[in-house]
């Protein structure tokens, strides 16, 4: 930097750039003014710190402070320096401030300056100026439009230096209002017979029409003759302004599709001509507007047989012919084969492509094993086939060590599988899953799952492999996967005692892995006593007694690996077992207790829930603790369609995040297990004082349900109770008018079931029908209140799923007397024309003490023979 | 299908913004082809230091781009100095790769032997050839002799 500042070069520096040019400056007497004036000012301040010294300066600072300190202070030279409009070290005090902005900086002030220095006549100056107004100016500031009048004159120098200059400048700060007062002037240089000139104004073009699409026509001519030189700058360039013009709009690309020919022969004479060592790269000519003139090929030949079909001969000559050895041949070829996929060009082709970027993957040179992986990802859906023949080295990407590699080979592995490799690929992704990096853990288990329910050759393949998912995936995989496991594994009743016993093998290897352990508890608990009887027919049978289950549950709640959600599967699996195990019950009992004051209180509660079971007679618990139904799998598909991953198993074990009932103490519980209360003579629990919010996503579940409000309750006993607010909105059923307000208690055919029991409400469902092959089903519902204080405002709304149409009828009155002292009854009408297991969700409020109270919960436990 | 080019006109440029910076992460040179639409303010300077240290980190088993936001980073290291380019998703990172080559080439030439001192000293010259390379974003020229032209009959004229 410091050669600037001598007097002598910059001078001589101005002068051969063009001798013409600042005669005037050369002059000895202008000279001699000069000098003397910079005697004068260096009597007053003494000269600025050269660049040089101010990097080296900078440099030396130790600390970020002492940096900091430094620049604060140089900035407040330059500062002083512009203030004085000393036009001496101009240039030396915005070249330092240039360094100091690319440090970070702030560098504004130095704006109007870069303005002063390009006003100047002196091209060192100029040069100086431009560079600062491109580093320093943008769009934002106004100061910006200032600057165009000198670039205008500039524009028009009779120097190439400085047009350049100024066409450098233009092309990275132009606006709107510059576009459109010097497209003009660009649309003249582009016409010029300078290349150097040509190649800037084209880009400068390009900025342009960005800038202003309405000036995109009188570039057109100009572009199009530009495609006629010889200069590879030129050519470049003009194909960079096609592109840009293409892209803008659909019109000029129809215009353009014409040039393919032309297009097609320069990129001919690239390959073909001989050796051209000005552009040529290890061997290959010019590949940078190789690349170029590819790309627009592609644009051009996109969506048009007729451009496409005029290029597929080049393109597969480009694609035999280019040297491999070397990144730039592959740069080229890469090139070529996204055009290839893009354009509408022959099946042959087509693989020839796909078959490049297969043997891309077995290159040593891993950014080129890159882009082929991501070129066939996107191509692998059109190209299915082609992309099949390299599973093997793809696979092999698998044990690529780099990150990126491996997760693009991962996703084009899945995208491979189909029924008749998904043995060996499911096998090669399972070794991956057990070695791979954290982060790939979740996708990878995720996507084995879901492959693995496509494509599975068998039941007993299919369970074996979401097991070792399970196993290498551990707890990195998602939540949703538990439930769905439980879901397969209880569908698949033939391997039921098979699936238990892998996993309790697996358990005793590893019980860190809580999603294994929850399913393995869940399996237990439901199949314990299969577990237990040996039933199993497999080679090597696991030999277990109630004890060594047990041991094992046992080890599983007291160890501190184990989660919250684990420990409550595990106390679930315990009390299952209590109706399955006959001879270990009191060790049941204290395993049980265990938890009777844990500082969890989901886990407390489960604990004394599931003791108080052993006060009742044993038949309710019988009852209570019955295998689950089997899951229908639409409802879990359509429960996953809505988001709701946590599959229905998941409610009978945890309920989460309940909405919390007033500042009543939340008391979470399992909710099914009081559904499931089927014998309507035993007693109620015992009241309890605390309000419970049920069902923790009923909400989402009533995406999927008709829903039908309880219609406006009668007034009784002189109580105005609220009408009923449908849940939904949209979702309406028209309130009908009472049609039988008497209980039918005693229906013979159905069992009677409690639909809900809570807070001493309870609600009794009895059913009807006209016969029993009909859809048609009526409920009777009979609410009553063991409370010491009456319910008002009781209000009963239901939602059924959608193949089922639900009527509710107006209730008997909606005050509940306390003390099982009355009743409120209501008419439901079920149609059920395709005969789909029933279910139901319930919501019921009502104000006890002046308490609102709103309550969910969901009944499974309809008698099947209701459907069937 | 498209996967190559993208129909939307969103690319403004090809090359976002062009970092030398040292081992250190120090930057030597630093360019903007894009207007930024906040100029280099805090959350600009942020993204430049962490598009730095994670250049800085790659090891070598792993390859030299990595997607970043919206656009694409390609680099390459040279001795104490590593050469960043910010691209538009669909640019071809191969040939982006060449092209840092052809960069640093040109400055082997120019330079006679590049390094961090000559880089750092010789601002002007270096935004200088840059100019004559990069455009807008988009490459002007590839051709050594063409590109130094300038420069050189810039320095002859100096020596003098």
């Known amino acids: 930097m410091q050669r600037f500042q001598k007097w002598s070069t910059l001078f001589a520096e101005a002068e051969t750039m063009d001798r013409s040019y600042m005669a005037d400056e050369l002059r000895p007497a202008r000279r001699r003014d000069r000098f003397m004036a910079r005697v004068k000012l260096r009597k007053r301040m003494p000269a600025p710190k050269r660049l040089r010294d101010l990097i080296r300066e900078i440099r030396a600072a130790r600390t970020a402070a002492d940096e900091r300190a430094v620049v604060q202070k140089e900035c407040a030279d330059i500062r002083n320096m512009f203030r004085e409009e000393d036009a001496t070290y101009r240039c030396r005090n915005l070249a330092k401030l240039l360094y100091i902005h690319m440090l970070g900086y702030p560098a504004h002030f130095g704006q109007l300056e870069c303005l002063k220095l390009v006003a100047s006549p002196r091209f060192t100056d100029k040069r100086i100026g431009y560079l600062g107004a491109m580093l320093l100016l943008d769009e934002r500031q106004d100061v910006h439009l200032l600057v165009t009048n000198s670039l205008k004159n500039d524009l028009n120098h009779q120097t190439q230096y400085v047009v350049s200059l100024a066409l450098c400048t233009l092309g990275e700060i132009c606006s709107t209002e510059m576009s459109r007062d010097l497209a003009g002037e660009i649309e003249k240089l582009l016409k010029t017979s300078n290349a150097y000139i040509k190649k800037k104004a084209a880009l400068c073009a390009v900025r342009i029409i960005r800038k202003v699409p309405d000036l ?39 215009h353009f599709r014409k040039m393919v020919p032309q297009l097609v022969r320069i990129l001919k004479n690239l390959i073909m001509a001989g050796y051209s060592p000005e552009h040529d790269v290890c061997g290959v000519s010019d590949p940078f507007l190789q690349v170029k003139i ?57 693989v020839l492509a796909v078959n490049i970027l297969g043997r891309f993957l077995l290159n040593n040179d891993k950014n080129i094993r890159y882009v082929a992986l991501n070129t066939l990802l996107k191509v692998v859906q059109a190209d299915y086939n082609a992309v099949q023949r390299h599973r093997s080295t793809i696979v092999e990407c698998l044990k690529d060590p780099d990150v990126s590699l491996k997760k693009r080979s991962m996703e084009l592995c899945f ?59 551990g707890n990195y995989c998602r939540d949703d996967l538990v439930s769905t496991t439980i879901q397969l594994i209880q569908e698949t009743t ?8 892998c996993l309790v093998r697996a358990v005793r290897l590893d019980t860190v892995q809580q999603p294994l352990v929850q399913v393995c508890c869940w399996c237990i608990g439901e199949y314990g006593d299969q577990l237990v009887a040996g039933t199993c027919s497999e080679e090597e049978p696991l030999e277990l007694s109630e004890d060594d289950v047990l041991d094992m ?188 307000s008497q209980p039918s208690n005693n229906v013979t055919s159905f069992p009677a079931v409690t639909a809900f029991e809570k807070s001493g409400l309870k609600i009794v469902f009895a059913f009807e029908k006209p016969d029993p092959q009909s ?94 | ?158 020596r003098r």
Not at chain 1, 821 to 828: N, R
């Open chain 1, 294 to 350: 590819l790309r627009l090929l592609r644009v051009l030949g996109r969506h048009d047989p007729e451009a496409s079909e005029a290029m597929n001969d080049i393109l597969a000559q480009v694609a035999t012919n280019t040297e491999t050895s070397k990144n730039v041949g592959n740069a080229i070829l890469y090139e070529t084969c996204l055009t290839i996929m893009d354009i509408q060009s022959e099946s042959g082709l087509r």
């Open chain 1, 553 to 740: 549950l046992e080890k599983i709640i007291i160890s501190s690996v184990s989660s919250a959600v684990t420990k409550g599967y595990a106390l679930t699996a315990v009390v299952k077992l209590s109706t399955r195990f006959h001879n270990t019950i009191p060790r049941i009992r204290k395993l049980l207790s265990i938890f009777g004051c844990h500082t969890d209180i989901e886990l407390q509660q489960r604990s004394v829930e599931y003791s108080s079971m052993f006060k009742m007679p044993d038949s309710i618990r019988t009852g209570l603790l019955e295998p689950m139904p089997l899951l229908e799998k639409t409802n879990i598909d359509a429960a996953m369609t809505n988001g709701d991953s946590t599959a229905v198993e998941e409610d009978d074990f945890v309920v989460k995040d309940e909405p919390r009932v007033d500042s009543v103490t939340k008391n979470a519980e399992s909710q099914s297990i009081l559904d499931l209360l089927s014998s309507p003579s035993a007693p109620p629990p015992k009241p309890e004082p605390t309000s419970k919010s049920a069902g923790s996503d009923l909400l989402d579940l009533l995406g999927d349900v008709d829903l039908s409000a309880g219609a406006a309750p009668l007034p009784v006993t002189g109580i105005m109770p609220m009408p009923a607010t449908n849940l939904l909105d949209g979702v309406t059923a028209p309130p009908t008018q009472v049609l039988n």
């Open chain 1, 775 to 868: 859809p048609q089903l009526t409920i009777t519902l009979t609410a009553t209140n063991s409370n010491m204080a009456q319910l008002d405002s009781f209000v009963f709304q239901a939602a059924v799923p959608k193949s089922f149409h639900l009527q509710l009828m107006s209730p008997s009155g909606a005050l509940l007397p306390p003390n099982n002292s009355g009743c409120v009854t209501q008419l439901i009408k079920i149609d059920n024309p395709q005969k789909q297991p029933l279910r139901m969700r319930l919501r019921l409020n009502y104000t006890m003490n002046g308490t609102p109270v709103t309550e969910q919960a969901e009944v499974n436990n309809f008698p099947a023979q209701l459907w069937q």
């Open chain 1, 216 to 254: 995109m026509e009188m570039f057109i001519p100009a572009a199009r003759s530009l495609l006629n030189e010889k200069n590879h700058g030129v050519l470049l360039t003009a194909v960079c302004l096609i592109l840009e013009m293409c892209e803008l709009s659909p019109d000029t690309l129809n």
């Open chain 2, 1 to 158: 299908m498209y996967i190559g080019g993208n129909d939307k006109a969103s690319k403004a440029t090809m090359i976002k913004f062009l970092l030398i910076v040292n081992k250190q992460g120090h930057p030597r040179i630093l360019k903007y082809f894009d207007s930024l639409p906040n100029g280099r303010d805090e959350s600009v300077r942020a993204q430049e230091t962490e598009v730095i240290k994670k250049c800085l980190t790659v090891s070598d088993k792993e390859c030299s781009f990595f997607d970043y936001t919206t656009f694409k980073i390609v680099f390459r290291t040279y001795g104490n100095m590593c050469f960043i380019l910010a691209v538009d998703d669909d640019e071809n990172e191969l040939a982006v790769l060449e092209f840092i080559h052809n960069i640093v080439e040109t400055f082997d030439k120019y330079f006679e032997k590049v390094t961090e001192h000559k880089i750092m000293f010789n601002l002007d010259r270096v935004h200088m050839i840059l100019d004559e390379m990069i455009l807008n974003g988009r490459i002007i020229e590839s051709s050594k002799v063409q590109i130094l032209a300038p420069v050189q009959l810039l320095d002859q004229v100096s």
């Open chain 1, 494 to 501: 033939s391997l039921h005692v098979y699936t238990t016993q």
């Open chain 1, 415 to 473: 995208a491979l599988i189909n029924v008749n490799n998904i043995r060996s690929l499911v096998k090669e992704l399972l070794t991956f899953l057990d070695k791979c990096d954290p982060e790939f853990k979740a996708d990878c288990s995720s996507n084995l799952v879901l492959a693995a329910e496509r494509h599975s050759p068998n039941k007993r393949w299919h369970i074996d492999t979401v097991l070792k998912v399970l196993v290498s995936a």
